[in-house]
Every structure is written in C-alpha cells, then in structure tokens.
C-alpha cells in the first residue's frame, strides 16, 4: 500500500513534492488538488511510494484528486520528463505548459454540453403540423433535410432556433452530436508521379520512420499530407498535425475539414478560447479526435492511437519558443515519434540546416517533390533590382513600377512585401543627426504617422511625436526610410484608381480584421497588396502574378548565423505568392548588394546547392548541427552586474576537450524593455556531450547567489 505520492508543481524548484495520502489513492498521472505553503495548487502525481524516507519533515496531505481530467499516460509523462531534462526545465512546469490553461488551476473544469445538430427524419410529419401561411417556417422545416446547428439555424431566420427547439421538444426534429454529421468529401486529386511516389513512401512506413519532404512551393505537399493521411485514418488511428502559423490554421483546417467531413478534427492553437481548447484536447485524449491540427503547444496532446506525425513548414523559427519553456516542437515532435514508433514527415521547400544535415546523412529518408503540382504552373521569375545609386521613387525602382504597371493593366493583383510595419523605421534631425529612440531599450523609434505616435517595436512604449529636435531645436525632423504606412501613403498618387490594401500587425490587429483583409484580396476587390511577413506564408491568392521586395538584405549582414537561412525561406515563400495557377509569376528583389553570392544562388531558384554549401559552412566553423549550444542568458539593471554573473555561471561549468567556453559578452540589442542583457555561449561537439556538462554544472549553478541579475537557459537557440 502507498503511503506516499511524489507530485509535479508548478513552480520554480526542480524537484518532486512528497504529500501524504489519506482516505484515497490517485493514480499516477491524475491531477490533485495540494496544499502548498498558504495556497493551494493543482499538481500532477508523478509516482507513489511506500515511505517517503528520503524527504525532510512530515508530509502534508492531498486534499482531493481532481475528476476532469483521466490519468495521463505514461508516455505523456514521460514525454514531458523528457521534455524537462533536455531543456533542463522543472517538470511541474513542463506539464504546466503541456496542459491546457483549464487544467492548470484549483477549480475543477466542467465541460460544456456538446455543440448538437437538429435534422428532420419525416419532413412530412413536421410540415403537417405547420401553418400554410407560414412560409418562413416552412422553409425551415424543409432546411433540417440537413442537419443544423443552431448557430445556422439563427444564420437562416432570426427566430429559427427557436422554432426548432419546439419541435424538436414535440418530437418532429431529432438532435445528434455534431461529429455525426455527414457531408460530401471534396476528392482526392489524382496524383502526379512524383506526389504518387511519395504517398507510397509514407504509408508503407511502420515504426519510427522519420522523412523530409521537401517539395517546391505549389508541388502539392498539402495534398500529400491528406491522402497519406487518409490511409492513416482508414487504420483506426489518431494523426498529429503542427503548423508554424496560427493565421494559416483557419485556411488549412479548412482544407481538412473539405477532405473529410465525417472525421472529428480537433484544432489546438492560442486563437481559441481555454474552453474550445480544453474540449479539443480531451477528444484527443480520448482517442475520439482523429485529426489534430494544432501550432507548436499541440505537440503535448496525449493521443492514445497516434498513427503518424505531419509538421508542415518544418523550417519554420515559430515552432521554437523563445520565452519560458524554450522548447523546439519540432524536435519534440521528433522525440515523439520514435517514442511511439510511428512515421513523422517533416515538409518544407526549404528545409532548415539542421534537418537537411540528418537527411544527408541519412538519418531522414528525403523525398523530393521538384515540380509545381498545377498543370502547366511554373515558378516565378525571379529579378534583381540593383538600388546602388539608382534614384528611387517613393522607395520604389522605376523597373518595379513598370512591372505594377503592366501588371495592372492586365487586371492582375500586385504584392509589395515589405518587413517594416509603421511609417518610417527612423524619425531624424536634419541639422544635427539626432534620432528618435527609445528610452528602455537600444533601439529607434519607428515612425506611426497615422495614430502621431513614436513607437517601439521590442518593448512598446510610445511617445508623442517631438515637434523640435531635442538636441538642437531644429524643427526640421525627417522620416527615414519606408514602412508600410509611408508606402500606402505615396501608392495612390503612381496608381490612381487603384485600391491599395495594407495588411500588417498594425492593421490586422482587432479580431475579424485579417480575415476581412484577406476576402478584399480573393474577392478582386484588393489592387495593391502592401503586406510584411505576415503575408508571406501560405496565402493563396489566385490573382496575383507580381510581387516586389523591398528591404529585404537586412537579413545578409546580420551576426546571427541562420540569417541567410531565413532569408532564402522567407524570399521563398514570397516568391511561392506568384503565378501559382497557369500564368508565370514574376517577383522583383530590390537590393543594394546584388553581387552577393546569395543572390545568385537565390536566383538559380534551387535551394539545394545553397543548403548544401550552407552545411559545408557550418561543418568547417563548427557552427550547428556541426556542434551543440546552449546559450545562458542574463539581464540586470547594469550590463556589469549581468555579465558578472554570467562569468559566475561560466566558473561553475568544467574545461573539457571538445567543449568550448566562450567568454560572456553583451547581447546584440544591449538594452531592451529597461533592462540590459548579456549572454554566454558554450558549445560542446555534440548534444550528448552537452548535455552531461549542464547536468553536471547546473547544480551549483542554481546555488549560485545573484542578486538582482535573471537568468535563462536556452538549449539549441534559434537566435543567437
Ligand atoms: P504546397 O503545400 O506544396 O505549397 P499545395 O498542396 O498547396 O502545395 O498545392 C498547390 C496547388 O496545387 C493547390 O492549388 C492544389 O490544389 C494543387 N494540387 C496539388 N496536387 C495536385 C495534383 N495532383 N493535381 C492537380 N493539382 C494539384
Ligand atoms: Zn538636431
Ligand atoms: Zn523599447
């Protein structure tokens, strides 16, 4: 008999808490409600022991053991136990982050009454109770020849809902639970040779079978994706879709939902409310979801029949978190799937270094999709547009006018893809040089014309704008440079006529407002397309040929060694917003350094030679995947008192061969929301070798007295 259960808390102690049982015994992986100091917490009990020898003081007791949740599995605890070894992570806080928001807290959560859909069996029956001159009713009765829910039923007629529970109530309309619903499923394409092939690859696959999927933009790894899937689901088993994008989640669910109506998909991503989460992912636990299709938080989902895992747009920097937990789910995902002996398909056109390494050598089985799966549709055109002493019109090339031009009279959409939402990035003193930044942070302030405001894109603080400079008096203050704001300003005057829509954070920032943007576009009614990053993935628009760049070689000269990645993935993705149907598409980069070998190798339109040359890089320096790095991390109100601490922190780490101690160093951006930062990299040769070195210096690294400096630890980081 247990006497004992060691618990998970959430709370910044790596340790299990030990509590007495008394009445009742929980099972391991249920969810307790304990005493904790004052307060009371929700924990999860990870083990149950005889005594609890090894602990100090005298237990305190469970108080109850929360219904709302089945006992998790051992596989997700030991997911997770994963999870918080690699990222050296407490685990209380690990399955914190696992668990949907309304399971975390001290009330148990109740689950709404499912969503039901109301049809009619006999539409005679009903019909014989209504009123001739009652057409409206009429009308409804004949609509529930299908099933409605009753936020349709209100769609068809106000009172409509109303309506319907009263017959329902008198027995003429039947109610069942919305999953049964049926409807017709778009078809499957017929594959081309290559898709085909790949399709093939997947579904013979058994145990842990990992795969790149790497496949041209437009070559038709969505439609790969649902009929290998499809297979899956024939077998009676549960998928696990992540997607980097919550703005794309709509459009591809969508796409799922079309293929097939009759499975029960559960959508997980922050864009629902922590009800519609919690109630997605209890269908998924119960093995009633069978689709889940979720961004990087879904990677935790406990799926009792998980068949296969499918991360689109692997490359994708989102499916790393950068606060907290810093966790990759890509290579969670990974984890996953060896740990379920399951296939995993990782896609992208242009995947990230690290995968392309594991598919050379042959850890990943690669398979190619090189054509566009359209008949008939070929990648864009891809031209340069060198800015070295060429006068610019509003920031525009006259070539990239040209181009609109023709596009426009050709009753075409034009995209301009600029990163850089605001008016101007730089708000400058003409006399003196004077520029506008931020008092928390080393950054400038960008210019918001609109709304008159000077902002800060890392902390948010604004301020109005400086009407004299404050250095010299000068009121001759300039904005510097173009954003999205200032492009949408000059646009009309070149292009009268021409409706010009702007799509980024700042104009998409109320609900509904993105979707609303997106419509114009499809609908035609959208010329001009001004849009950042946002954009740039996944959007499919029909009528869109031409696409200008501006701006884009910020990402050439950067200290982060993943830059020029990003950049190749982020050109592509644009680039891919071209010609997708049977018009060629044409896309005009401007840039100051046309020279770069970049470039060239961007233009070749072959990703291939740029991954291969940029692993050989990376193999030479020994940068990863050559090596392993973990990045500490830490900030105080000086720069001195963080990288003191930070040389603190390095003493505690052990000199080994193999392993290299870099001295501690500012952080690129110094200061940032009030504080200023700094960091220090080790880097070991492999992941296994650093992971016994932060096991063993951890310890006295969290002993360590530091005062008023915070610090992190970031295993693999994605932005150096
Ligand atoms: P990707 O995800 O690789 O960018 P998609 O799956 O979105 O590509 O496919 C691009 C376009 O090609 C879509 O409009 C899709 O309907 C179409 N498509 C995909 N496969 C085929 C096929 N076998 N035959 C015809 N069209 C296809
Ligand atoms: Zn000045
Ligand atoms: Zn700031």
């Known amino acids: ?60 007791a469970i108080l109850a053991t929360f219904d709302d949740l089945p006992a998790l599995t051992s596989d997700t605890l030991q997911l997770c136990q994963f999870v918080a070894d690699y990222y050296h992570y407490p685990i209380g806080a690990v399955l914190s982050a696992a668990l949907p928001t309304a399971f975390r807290g001290t009330a148990a959560f109740r689950e709404p009454a499912a969503a039901s859909v109301y049809f009619v069996d006999d539409v005679d029956v009903l019909l014989n109770q209504l009123s001739k001159r009652a057409p409206a009713q009429r009308r409804i009765a004949e609509a529930l020849l299908v099933p409605h829910t009753p936020a349709a039923l209100r769609r068809l007629h106000d009172s409509a809902w109303r309506w319907v529970q009263a017959w329902h109530a008198a027995g003429w309309v039947s109610a069942a639970a919305e999953e049964c619903r049926v409807g017709v499923a778009s078809p499957d394409l017929p594959l ?24 041209i933009t437009g070559s038709g790894k969505t439609e790969v994706y ?103 789910a890509r290579d969670v995902a990974v984890y996953r799937a060896r740990q379920a002996k399951v296939p995993i398909v990782l896609g992208s056109a242009t995947p990230s ?10 850890r990943y089985r690669l398979l ?5 799966a359209v008949p008939g549709a070929v990648l864009p055109k891809i031209t340069l547009l060198p800015t070295k002493n060429v006068g610019l019109v509003d920031g525009l090339h006259v070539m990239a006018l040209a181009a609109m031009h023709a596009a426009l ?83 009309p005057q070149h292009f009268p006529g021409k409706k010009i829509l702007r799509i980024d954070r700042d104009s998409t920032s109320k609900k509904g407002e993105l979707d609303a943007a997106l419509a114009q576009v499809h609908s035609g009614e959208a010329d001009i397309i001004i849009g950042t990053q946002m954009l740039a993935k996944g959007h499919d628009f029909d009528r869109l040929n031409c696409v200008v760049v501006l701006n884009a070689d910020t990402g050439l000269y950067s200290v982060d060694f ?26 005009f980069i401007q840039t100051a350094f046309s020279d770069h070998p970049f470039y060239h190798q961007l233009l070749a339109r072959d990703y291939a030679p740029f991954a291969n040359r940029t692993l050989e890089e990376r193999n030479m320096l ?20 963080a990288l003191a601490a930070l040389t603190q922190i390095r003493m505690c780490i052990a000199p080994e061969p193999n392993l290299t101690l870099n001295q501690p160093v500012a952080a690129t951006m110094l200061k940032r929301a009030g504080v200023e930062r700094a960091q220090l990299l080790i880097a070991a040769k492999s992941k296994a070798q650093l992971q016994a070195v932060l096991d063993e210096a951890l310890p006295a690294i969290q002993a360590l007295k530091l005062g008023k400096v915070r610090w992190t630890l970031d295993v693999d980081p994605v932005e150096v």
């Open 409 to 491: 009279a050709r009753g075409e959409q034009v995209l301009i893809f600029l990163n850089r939402r605001g008016f101007s990035p730089v708000l400058q003193c003409g006399e003196c040089g004077w520029m506008a930044s931020c008092s928390h942070c080393s950054a400038r302030l960008v210019l918001h014309l609109k709304e008159r405001r000077l902002r800060c894109h890392h902390c948010g603080h604004e301020e109005a704008i400086t009407p004299a400079c404050p250095d010299c008096g000068n009121h001759d203050l300039k904005p510097v440079g173009q954003g999205t704001q200032r492009m949408e300003e000059s646009l």
């Open 226 to 328: 649902l009929q290998t899937i499809s297979q899956v689901l024939a077998r009676g088993l549960q998928v696990l879709v992540l997607i980097p994008e919550i703005n794309l989640t709509p459009q591809l669910e969508g796409r799922f939902r079309a293929r097939f109506p009759g499975v029960r998909m559960a959508a997980l991503h922050s864009g629902l409310n922590n009800t519609e989460r919690a109630v997605n992912w209890l269908a998924a636990l119960r093995g009633e979801a069978q689709i889940v299709l979720g961004t990087r938080l879904a990677v935790f989902t406990p799926l009792p029949k998980l068949g296969m895992i499918v991360v689109d747009e692997e490359h994708d920097p989102s499916f790393k978190q950068q606060e907290g937990l810093r966790y990759s």
């Open 353 to 362: 270094i690290e995968s392309w390494a594991n598919a050379k050598a042959k």
């Open 562 to 587: 993943r830059a020029e990645e990003r950049l190749f993935a982020l050109l592509t993705q644009v680039a891919g917003r071209a010609g997708r149907r049977e018009t060629p598409g044409e896309v």
């Open 192 to 215: 081309n040779a290559e898709q085909a092939l790949v399709v093939n690859e997947l579904t013979t696959a058994t145990d842990f079978s990992p795969f790149l999927l790497y496949g």
């Open 368 to 372: 190619p999709l090189t054509q566009r």
């Open 622 to 641: 020994l940068l990863p995947p050559a090596s392993a790095w973990a990045l500490f991390r830490a900030d105080a109100p000086e720069l001195e008192q």
């Open 1 to 60: 008999m247990a006497s004992f259960a060691l618990v998970a808390l959430d709370v910044p102690l790596k340790k299990l808490f030990a509590y007495a049982l008394a009445g009742f015994t929980p099972a391991v992986g249920s969810r307790v409600l304990v005493p904790f100091g004052p307060r009371r917490l929700s924990a999860v009990v990870m083990e149950l022991r005889d005594d609890a020898a090894d602990f100090t003081g005298t237990p305190k």
